[in-house]
């Protein structure tokens, strides 16, 4: 997958259709849409997405906050939630959690958006302080197939938590041209997704 996945969790089937057609009108992929907990919790368990959007309501409880505890503790994506209640006592139960975003229902294309990208953009500027900076030439150590230095500044940007749109401005090559570079740097780390190519690039930090 060459995009962004993004996994939604929506019990209104209508509302999570219309989030799904932002997504892929902003170049992010579908991870699943799913409508219960523990159909995320199994999405989560089997294909992790890079980004989830959490409603908080699901069948009339909160399990929405029960699913953003559990990536909180088990899986290192950023989260946002999506949802009617922007009450005190929801949000005290949210901000808890530390969500990367939170987004109130009604929302537009544009709110929706920003909030992705700047949610990406802070949970990789977070984790990178973590690690040391990439270098080529340990990365490429590691592979069979090198990386060229054009697809290694395709990945700095990765890395950095642009979407594939940014990429392609900053590069000023086009959407197809960037999901053709993003193919064959996974392709070569033996990766499936952003974030598995993130994890693998760290691990070839580190050798």
Known sequence: MNCTRVL??????????????????????????????????????NRLPDLALLDINLNGKMEGIAIAETIKRDYNIPFIFITSYSDKNTLDKAKHTEPAGYVVKPFNEAALYSTIEIALFNHAQKEKNKYPPLSLSQINAGLADPISE??????????????????????????????????????????????????????LMQR
């Open 8 to 45: 939604i969790v929506e019990d209104e089937p209508l509302i999570a259709a219309d989030i799904a057609g932002i997504l892929k009108r902003n170049d992010f992929a579908i991870s699943a849409i799913v409508y219960t907990q523990e159909e995320a919790m199994e999405e989560l368990r």
């Open 150 to 203: 054009r697809e290694f500044t395709l990945l700095e940007l990765i890395y950095e938590g642009k979407t594939n749109k940014q990429i392609a401005e900053t590069m000023f090559i086009s959407g197809n041209t960037v999901k053709k570079h993003i193919f064959n740097t996974y392709f070569k780390l033996d990766a499936e997704s952003r974030a598995t190519a993130i994890l693998r690039l760290r691990q």
